[in-house]
T-cell receptor
Framework: DARVTQTPRHKVTEMGQEVTMRCQPI?????VFWYRQTMMQGLELLAY????????DSGMPKDRFSAEMPDATLATLKIQPSEPRDSAVYFC????????????FGQGTRLTVV | KNQVEQSPQSLIILEGKNCTLQ??????????LRWYKQDTGRGPVSLTI?????NTKSNGRYTATLDADTKQSSLHITASQLSDSASYIC?????????????FGGGTRLMVKP
C-alpha cells in the first residue's frame, strides 16, 4: 500500500527551538512538495522538489525555514528558530512520473509552537 | 497572480440532500483541475481530475464540471452521506509541462447532518 509517510504526526515545541519534519515520498515518485495548512491561509506551497533538486521555495521564509532531500527516500523541512506563528499542519506530498500532476499527500505533521 | 477561489467557505446540509461547490480560477496557462477531499486530521485525497477538453466527470456520487471558457468548475454531491463531511479543495495545475505548479483554493468545509 504505497503512501507518503510523515513523521512526527504531532510536535509541540517551545519558541526558539529547532523543529525537523520528515517525509518519505512514495517510491518512484520524482516530485515532492511541502505545504503548510492553517485555518486562515488554507494550503500554502512552501517548497517543491523534482528529482531531489529544489525548483521553487519562494513560499518559504528563508531566514528560518530550510527544505532538503538528502536522498530519494527522504525529504526534510526544518524550522530554526521556531515561532508561535509557525503553528500549523505541515503536509508533504509526492507526485509520480512526469505526465501526471497529481499530488499524493501524507497525513501531515501538526506543529504547535508555544 | 494565479488564484483559485472557492465558494461557499462552509456549508451545512441534511443527509440525503444534494449540494454544489464552486471553484473559480485565474490560473494560466491551464493544465488541469482536481478536486480533493480532506477529512479532518488527514491529508487531501484526489476525487477527480478535469483536463481542458473535459466538461463533466463523475466518480460515484461526485460529479465535477469544468467550463474552461469562464474558468469555473463545480463539484456536485448527490444524496449526501454523513461521511461526506470534509473539506473539499479545488486545485489547478499551471503550465504546459508535467510536474507543474499547483494553486490551491481555500476549500469548502461541508458538514452533513443526520
Amino acid at each position: 500500500d504505497a503512501r507518503v509517510t510523515q513523521t512526527p504526526r504531532h510536535k509541540v515545541t517551545e519558541m526558539g527551538q529547532e523543529v525537523t519534519m520528515r517525509c518519505q515520498p512514495i517510491l518512484g515518485h520524482n516530485t515532492v512538495f511541502w505545504y503548510r495548512q492553517t485555518m486562515m491561509q488554507g494550503l500554502e506551497l512552501l517548497a517543491y522538489f523534482r528529482n531531489r533538486a529544489p525548483l521553487d521555495d519562494s513560499g518559504m521564509p528563508k531566514d528560518r525555514f530550510s527544505a532538503e532531500m538528502p536522498d530519494a527516500t527522504l525529504a526534510t523541512l526544518k524550522i530554526q528558530p521556531s515561532e508561535p506563528r509557525d503553528s500549523a499542519v505541515y503536509f508533504c506530498a509526492s507526485g509520480p512520473r512526469q505526465g501526471d500532476t497529481e499530488a499524493f499527500f501524507g497525513q501531515g505533521t501538526r506543529l504547535t509552537v508555544v | 497572480k494565479n488564484q483559485v477561489e472557492q465558494s461557499p467557505q462552509s456549508l451545512i446540509i441534511l443527509e440525503g440532500k444534494n449540494c454544489t461547490l464552486q471553484c473559480n480560477y485565474t490560473v494560466s496557462p491551464f493544465s488541469n483541475l482536481r478536486w480533493y477531499k480532506q477529512d479532518t486530521g488527514r491529508g487531501p485525497v484526489s476525487l477527480t481530475i478535469m483536463t481542458f477538453s473535459e466538461n463533466t466527470k463523475s466518480n460515484g456520487r461526485y460529479t465535477a464540471t469544468l467550463d474552461a471558457d469562464t474558468k469555473q468548475s463545480s463539484l456536485h454531491i448527490t444524496a449526501s452521506q454523513l461521511s461526506d463531511s470534509a473539506s473539499y479543495i479545488c486545485v489547478v495545475s499551471e503550465g504546459y509541462n508535467a510536474g507543474n505548479m499547483l494553486t490551491f483554493g481555500g476549500g469548502t468545509r461541508l458538514m452533513v447532518k443526520p
